[in-house]
């Protein structure tokens, strides 16, 4: 009796919405950054958790601020049952184009983002001189929002001290259907503190998993995959909220 056939990994599934996007313009003036401040109605979000702290000096080869690295390269931090992120895995991180799976209203919603840069360098800040990894990434068209949000691993090389911050400028982006325009108002802005705090959360879990274990591919479940005709109802639904 021939073994059952391994089920096609979910961005393989999800090929032809990876394609879809792939000449999709960001959503928002790149060359306007600098005026996207509360003061003209942008969010601004500025979050920091501290990880396991290191030696003073450069990150160690496994030390937290690589595993941290490692739970950031492969987008494992949201929360699942609000965002799971779908990109081709050989892609490099500089190029990645991602499709985002909300969780809203009871609903699923189909995004694109893109990465749009990769931070890799020795700084000065306020504490001393850092070494920080990370990368954005930003709203493509057809998005509830639009806005660009950065993640970046931050080890303050006098003391060893590890953090995790997210930083973010985001605006309610055109959403056509009513029902869901109200549903973004009111509950919007609580999906996004919850995924900042618990992607904080599960970053800390994930990187004292990798710490304990050595382990640096995930141990949690694959994410559920869709149904072909669940997947067709819920791109029904997006295609009317635009």
């Known amino acids: 009796m021939s073994a059952p056939s391994k089920a096609p990994a979910l961005w393989e599934q999800q090929q032809a919405r990876l394609q879809a996007y792939e000449n999709s313009a960001v959503n928002f003036d790149l060359t306007r950054v600098s005026e996207y401040t509360?003061?003209?109605?942008?969010?601004?979000?500025?979050?920091?958790?501290?990880?396991?702290?290191e030696a003073p000096g450069p990150p160690a080869p496994h030390g937290s601020w690589a595993a941290a690295q490692e739970v950031l390269r492969r987008y494992s931090f949201p929360p699942p049952n609000l965002i799971t992120g779908i990109f081709v895995p050989d892609q490099p991180l500089e190029k990645r184009l991602?499709?985002?799976r909300a969780q809203f209203l009871g609903f699923s919603f189909w995004f694109g983002v893109r990465v749009g840069g990769v931070t890799d360098e020795r700084r000065a800040s306020p504490d001393g001189e850092e070494q920080v990894?990370?990368?954005?990434?930003?709203?493509?068209?057809?998005?509830?929002?639009r806005g660009q949000i950065d993640f970046t691993i931050h080890k303050l090389l006098a003391t060893g001290r590890v953090l995790f911050r997210i930083h973010a400028f985001s605006q309610v982006g055109q959403i056509r259907n009513p029902f869901?325009?109200?549903?973004?108002?009111?509950?919007?802005r609580m999906l996004q503190k919850r995924f900042a705090r618990e992607s904080m959360r599960r970053l800390q879990e994930q990187v004292a998993e990798i710490m304990r274990t050595g382990q640096t591919?995930?141990?949690?479940?694959?994410?559920?995959?869709?149904?072909?005709?669940e997947s067709k109802a819920a791109q029904e639904q997006l295609d009317k909220a635009q």
Do not use: C
Request: proline share 7%.
């Open 38 to 53: 509360a003061e003209n109605g942008w969010r601004i979000d500025d979050y920091e958790v501290e990880l396991p702290q």
């Open 98 to 100: 991602m499709v985002l």
């Open 133 to 145: 990894w990370g990368y954005n990434y930003r709203t493509l068209e057809g998005h509830f929002e």
């Open 180 to 188: 869901y325009w109200i549903g973004f108002k009111l509950f919007g």
């Open 217 to 229: 591919t995930p141990t949690a479940p694959a994410t559920p995959v869709q149904a072909a005709s």
